[in-house]
């Protein structure tokens, strides 16, 4: 038996879960919809079970799991708990979930994805990326306006989010923190303290590369946006065009260490390709790989379906 975690409306683990079904493979998937109804555990029998709508399942049954993105979910209380005991009630069913994820470690089960590191923190990856050899785009952490006057303001740089984005809700209208460029010449004459903000030099660049691993396997595709935008994620899919590549295998091999250093067993990787250098930008440990899948022809889900 498999098990899936992932969300609802998720393209790829449907493709995924397409796959299985046409190699006949038993699995269940856990999603928004799918809940956890019931848990019983008997530790002096070593027992551990449990019901996903209603339907029971024997944790030692569970052979393979991959954990595509999401988290456990569940619908076991009858009644609507306390505000007041929310808090403890989400900690109780996260060491529940704990013990799930960590029993299915432990009994040999063959799990892939980033069932136990689900996020890295941008700086250190960088720092990282910086020691393995990798290049990275001149990178800077500013807390105070003035101190732009240290960096080289005849080039041209981007600002981007130190964590992950997130979606800001204000007045019904959504706003994205995508990557911008900044103009120095606006901002030597102010003096405020702001949030700490990445500064990164803007590269000149032929291409974007999208790399997906998973396992032991690299998958690229090159992304060329002729629009000169600074976020290639604000265009749309048909003004953008893509070509399969692969990457130098001394990349691959710097790829490799850098995510069994960060303990990820899959990833997106977003690097620039600049005048015959590749310059890293970013890792994504819940990366998409549908576009990378379906324009380098890749049939990655297949992969993934076929290893489970």
Known sequence: MILLISVDNDTMTDEICTWLSYQNKSFVRL?????????FFDFSKNMYKISINNIEYNLNDFKSVFYRNGGIYYNIANQEIDSN??????SE???VT????YYLKI??????GNLFTKEVNKLEVLFLAKSLGLKIPETYIVSQLKDLTKIDCSQNYITKSVSEMKPIFIENELYLNYTREIDFNQLQSKKENIIPSLIQNKINKAYEIRVFFFEKRI??????????????????DRDKKYLSCKLPIEIQRKIHK??????????TIDLIQSDDDYYFLEINPLGQFHQVSYYGNYQIEKYIADLL
């Not at 999603?31 to 848990?39: A, D, F, G, L, S």
């Not at 005991?85 to 989400?90: C, G, P, R, V």
């Not at 009994?107 to 892939?112: E, K, V």
Request: hydrophobic content about 45%; proline content about 0%; glycine content about 2%.
């Open 219 to 236: 998958w690229a595709i090159a992304t060329f946006d002729f629009s000169d935008n600074i976020d290639i994620r604000n265009l749309k």
């Open 85 to 90: 005991l929310i808090e403890f009630y989400n």
């Open 98 to 101: 704990e013990f799930i994820c």
């Open 93 to 95: 069913i996260k060491s």
């Open 107 to 112: 009994n040999d089960a063959n799990i892939f």
């Open 31 to 39: 999603n928004e919809n799918q809940h956890i109804t019931k848990v």
């Open 258 to 267: 850098m995510a069994k250093t960060l303990n990820l067993r899959c990833g």
